[in-house]
C-alpha cells in the first residue's frame, strides 16, 4: 500500500494528514499557529517556532496513521501564498519574523505608490501600448495598483526600516523566502546543514506576490524600475511538474526516520491546492475558500485574463508547458469575522450561529460591513471600516449574529458578479470548502443571493487534498486529472430558491449602501 503525506502550512494551522491510495484519510495531526501582532495592523509567525510545529506535526500524522516513516511514498506541501521573510540563510540569522498576507504596515507605502507620478505615468503608457497593440498584458498594466496583500510593499517597507537588513542587503548577505521556498529549504537541507540546496519557489506561489507577471510567467522586471527592489533577492520558480525537489532530509525527525529517504512531489499554493483539490479543472469551473479569508478561483484556462475592477490574474497550475490560468477575487475577512463574534461574546462557539441566524426571519433592518481587513474586489477600499449599522431598540442578539453571516455572503456574491461579468462566464456552479461551508445557514444563502447552486464536498479539506492529488500524479500513483474524478465525494447541494431571491437582493442593495457610509474611514 502507497501512502502520501499532505502538509499544509496555514494562517492559523499547521496540518499533516496521511492519506492511501484511494484517497482515504489514515492519519493526521495539527496545532494552531501562533499569529504575533506585536503593533496594531501588524501580523507576524516567529519561524523557528512555525518550524518546530511543521516537524511536530509530519510526525504525529504518520504515528497517528500507524505507520513507520518508511511507509510514506512522497510528500505534497500546501502553502499560504505571500508570506515571507528575509535572512541569511548561511548564518541562519533572520532580519525578521513571517510577516503574513494580513499585515498592514504598509499602507502608507501602498497610498504613496497608487498616487505617485511613476505609477501613473507607467498606467497611462500601459494604456496607450493596450491601444496600439490590443495586448491584455498591457491591459492589465493600464489598470495596475500596489496592495497590501502583495509582498512588493510590506518587502520594501522592511528594506526602508530595518536597520539590519539594510546593513546585509549591502553586503549582499540577503535573500527573501516566500513561505513555501523556506519550508522546501528547511526540509530539504536539514534544516540549514546542507546550504547549498537550490533557492527555489513553486509557480503558484510566485504568481500573487505582486512581482510576478503572469503573461510571461516571469519575475517583473517592473519591480525593479518601481521600488529598487533587485530580482536576485527572489527565488528560482519552479513549475508544478518539477522533479528536483529531492527528498526530506532527516536530520530533525528523530532516529525512525534516519535511514528513510521520501521524496517531496509537490508544492502549491494554499488557493491553488484547494482549486486542484476541488477538482475545478475545466475553463469555468469555479471553487469558493471559506476559511480565515474567502477566495473565488475561477479556471479561464490557457488565457491569463487582464482584470480591470481588481481580481487577480493567477497561474493556478503549469504541467510542463502548458499553464491553466484562474482569476481570483478575495474577501480578508471571513473566518475572522465569525471569530471576532465569538471573541465578543455573541455566541460560544461558531457552529452555534447556524441555528441563531434561523431562528429569526431576517436581520430586523441591521447591517454589518465586514472590513477589518478593507474591502476588496469589485469595491476596491482598503480604508473601509467594519461595523453594525441600523440597530434599534428591538435589535436581538440573533440579529446581529444573521447580520454577521448575511454580510460574508454579500461579499461573495459581488465577487460571483464581477468574475462573471469580466470573463463573460455564466457559472452555474459554486463548490465550496473551508471551514465556513460547514454552516448550512451560509451555504444555502449563498445558493440564494447568487442564484447558483452551492455544491459541498464532504471534506471540507480542499487544499489538503490538492496536495495529495498533485503529489500523487507527480509520483506516479496516478496517471492524468480525470484519474481523480473518482475522489469527488459531494455531501450536499444547496438549491437556489427563487422566491427568496429579490428580497435578498433588495437587502444586498442596502448593504452596499451601509459600505459607501463605512467607505474611505481610515
Not at 457559472?427 to 455544491?455: P, T, W, Y
Request: proline residues 3%; glycine residues 6%; hydrophobic residues 40%.
Amino acid at each position: 500500500m502507497k501512502y502520501i503525506a499532505a502538509l499544509d502550512v496555514g494562517t492559523t494551522t499547521v496540518r499533516c494528514f496521511v492519506l492511501n491510495v484511494k484517497c482515504e484519510i489514515k492519519g493526521s495531526a495539527e496545532e494552531v499557529v501562533q499569529l504575533l501582532s506585536p503593533q496594531p495592523r501588524y501580523f507576524e509567525i516567529e519561524p523557528e517556532g512555525l518550524w518546530q510545529q511543521i516537524v511536530r506535526v509530519i510526525q504525529n500524522a504518520v504515528k497517528n496513521a500507524d505507520l513507520q516513516p518508511s511507509q510514506i511514498s512522497c510528500l505534497g506541501i500546501s502553502s499560504q501564498r505571500c508570506t515571507f521573510l528575509t535572512w541569511n540563510h548561511k548564518t541562519q540569522e533572520y532580519f525578521h519574523n513571517f510577516i503574513t498576507w494580513k499585515d498592514l504596515r504598509s499602507d502608507a507605502l501602498v497610498d504613496a505608490y497608487n498616487n505617485s507620478v511613476a505609477l501613473k505615468t507607467l498606467n497611462n503608457c500601459a494604456y496607450a501600448l493596450y491601444l496600439l497593440t490590443r495586448s491584455n498584458r498591457f491591459l492589465a498594466g493600464s489598470v495596475l495598483k500596489m496592495m497590501n496583500g502583495q509582498v512588493t510593499l510590506r518587502l520594501l517597507y522592511e528594506m526602508q526600516n530595518n536597520t539590519r537588513l539594510k546593513e546585509a542587503i549591502k553586503r549582499k548577505c540577503v535573500r527573501l523566502e516566500l513561505l513555501d521556498s523556506w519550508i522546501l529549504y528547511k526540509l530539504r537541507s536539514g534544516n540549514g546543514k546542507n546550504p547549498q540546496v537550490a533557492h527555489i519557489s513553486d509557480i503558484t506561489a510566485c504568481t500573487a506576490t505582486g512581482m510576478f507577471d503572469p503573461f510571461q510567467l516571469e519575475w517583473s522586471p517592473i519591480v525593479k524600475m518601481l521600488t529598487g527592489i533587485e530580482i536576485s533577492l527572489l527565488p528560482k520558480i519552479v513549475n508544478n511538474s518539477y522533479k528536483d525537489f529531492g527528498y526530506i532530509d532527516p536530520a530533525d525527525f528523530g532516529t525512525e526516520w534516519q535511514n528513510c529517504r521520501i521524496p517531496i512531489t509537490c508544492s502549491i499554493s494554499d488557493q491553488c491546492a484547494a482549486t486542484f483539490g476541488s477538482q475545478c479543472f475545466k475553463k469555468g469551473d469555479v471553487k469558493i475558500t471559506m476559511g480565515t479569508g474567502a477566495f473565488l478561483d475561477l479556471i479561464t484556462g490557457e488565457s491569463c485574463h487582464a482584470s480591470l475592477k481588481g481580481m487577480y490574474p493567477l497561474v493556478a497550475w503549469q504541467y510542463g508547458k502548458e499553464t491553466t490560468f484562474c482569476v481570483e477575487g478575495a474577501a480578508h475577512d471571513m473566518g475572522t469575522i465569525i471569530a471576532w463574534g465569538q471573541n465578543c461574546g455573541l455566541y460560544n462557539n461558531p457552529s452555534e450561529t447556524e441555528a441563531i441566524a434561523q431562528s429569526v426571519t431576517d436581520t430586523n433592518g441591521v447591517y454589518f460591513v465586514p472590513a477589518f481587513s478593507g474591502l476588496g474586489a469589485p469595491i476596491n477600499d482598503h480604508k473601509a471600516a467594519s461595523g453594525f449599522i441600523g440597530i434599534t431598540p428591538s435589535t436581538q442578539k440573533a440579529h446581529l449574529i444573521r447580520a454577521l453571516l448575511e454580510s460574508i455572503v454579500f461579499r461573495l456574491v459581488k465577487l460571483i458578479e464581477t468574475a462573471e461579468e469580466e470573463t463573460k462566464q455564466q457559472l452555474k456552479l459554486l463548490r465550496v470548502d473551508g471551514g465556513v461551508s460547514r454552516n448550512n445557514f451560509v451555504c444555502q444563502f449563498l445558493a440564494d443571493a447568487s442564484g447558483i447552486c452551492v455544491e459541498r464536498a464532504r471534506n471540507p479539506e480542499s487544499s489538503i487534498m490538492g496536495a495529495a492529488f498533485a503529489a500523487g500524479l507527480n509520483f506516479g500513483l496516478w496517471n492524468s486529472f480525470e484519474d481523480l474524478a473518482k475522489f469527488r465525494d459531494v455531501e450536499r447541494c444547496f438549491e437556489p430558491k427563487p422566491k427568496n431571491f429579490k428580497d435578498i437582493r433588495e437587502r444586498l442593495n442596502v448593504w452596499l449602501q451601509a459600505v459607501e457610509r463605512f467607505g474611505h474611514w481610515y
